[in-house]
């Protein structure tokens, strides 16, 4: 906790992915970081940075080298009393 409302936390797994254009399936490694804070007593927000990692391969069509993704994620959340 950084303070009574506003919270900042890690999160860490693995993720299964269908690559599409190589009919590939892969398991990544995931980490990101982010922020909640309330913005009402039932209302809060939610920002988060997530990297996601896939090892090469290779396929019949083509090598994938080290697919690689970063995504931003903001989010508004409702709690129900």
Avoid: C
Avoid at 28 to 33: E, R, S
Avoid at 45 to 54: D, N, P, Q, S
């Amino acid at each position: 906790m950084l303070s009574d409302h506003t919270m900042a936390y890690a999160r860490l797994g693995v993720v299964r992915t269908r690559f599409s254009d190589t009919s590939s399936t892969q398991t990544g490694g995931q980490f990101g970081v982010g922020m909640q804070t309330t913005v009402t007593q039932n209302v809060d927000l939610r920002g988060e940075y997530v990297y996601t990692a896939y090892s090469s391969f290779n396929n019949s069509i083509s090598s994938i080298s080290s697919p690689r993704s970063d995504a931003f994620n903001l989010g508004l959340i409702y709690k129900f009393d």
